[in-house]
């Protein structure tokens, strides 16, 4: 009993310790500036080339190391305070897009997470660099700042600050053209901070005596992983080429595992009344995919088809299922392959091939030109064998953070 007792408790304890995870809290901080009334990133202005690449490098790390959790990020934009107001509002609006723009080209960001976009004239910084200086003229500009916002009329129906214009009248312009670098260069930039946490697994405590007669049970730490699943929005273009509208929707259901729904239609005839190719089908189906990190690379899946449809190929007959009320119900087998096409994994290209099966009940009309329905001929049944999916799929992604899972690897992972 007590041998027993000394296993369950040491059981529990180990237990406690290898779900234990510590967290290591962090921010990083980056950014850009602006040429004056620009609101395109420079990549050769002052120091931005630097900049863009320690951003580069912080966004590889992100994407190569599953256990740090980005939980916000707050864009920022600003424009120096010359010139008219209206003009800055836009100028600092388009910056923080601009560089938001920049990011997501490395790095999905989700609208969920990010927790301020702030654009702004920013007079307080103005009078901080001000204050901190040894300007010639310093205490007379922080007088006038002191004097407070307000707007007046200007030119072209825009606004400007009064004290703006005041100060560039003082001394014939000298004092306004000391201000002009570093201050004011310096109040253009785009700002993004990244806050996040590190899951940093805790060790095992060592056990230093276990006594002889007992079992050495040894409990390593499982390797973690975090899942994110996505939204996929599909077209064919094999079906566009067809004159098929087609549209799928996908979702990630678990590691290896999703779904989707693709739909076709066309209501019209190929140039000529006696070729069409007519339809409204479609096709769920259940995936499975061979990699466990994410639902990309190979897959195989189980579909269930169900179509209407009129066709004739430019011959004696036209072939519609009875009716128009008896449409091909069935289902197949598929395969294919999925891969990202841009750098920030929003845009994927797939190829897919799949056949199934198909009893067919279906009446044969007369297929002549510019008649509508010809005469009907006879019916038949019969059942299909053969390819019913031949598809290149173009792909828009998202990611749902809110459902991100953490996930115990099998067989490796990012």
Known sequence: MKSKAFILLLSFFLGVQLFSQDFDFGQS?????YVINKPEVDTTFVDNAARISEIEDFLQMLRDDQTIHVTGVTFKGTASPDGAYDFNVWLSENRLRTFKELIGKYLDIPDSIIHANVSDIPWDGFREKVAESNLKWRDEILAVIDEGPSLVPWFNNRRIDPRLLKLKRMYRGELWDSLKSPILRDLRYGDAVFTYYRL????????????????????????????????????????????????????????????????????????????????????????YWFRNWDNDGFFVGAHFGLSYYNYAFDGALRYQDHRGRTPAIGGGISAGYRMPISKNHRWRMEFTIGGGIYPLDYDLFDNTPDVKDGQLMGRKK????????VAVTIAYSFDMNRYRRIFMKKGGGK
Request: hydrophobic share 45%.
């Open 29 to 33: 901080h980056f950014r850009i500036r």
């Open 200 to 287: 940093i697994p805790v060790e095992p405590l060592a056990v230093e005596e276990i006594k002889a007669d007992l079992p050495q049970v040894v409990y390593p730490l499982p390797d973690l992983w975090s899942w994110v699943p996505r939204l996929h929005l599909k077209t064919s273009l094999v079906g566009l080429a067809l004159l098929n509208a087609n549209f799928a929707v996908e979702a990630d259901l678990a590691p290896h595992w999703s779904v989707t729904l693709p739909v076709y239609y066309c209501a019209i005839d190929w140039f000529k009344s006696t070729i069409k190719f007519r339809n409204f089908s479609v096709y769920p189906e259940v995936r």
């Open 382 to 389: 019969e059942t299909s064998i053969g390819l019913d999916q």
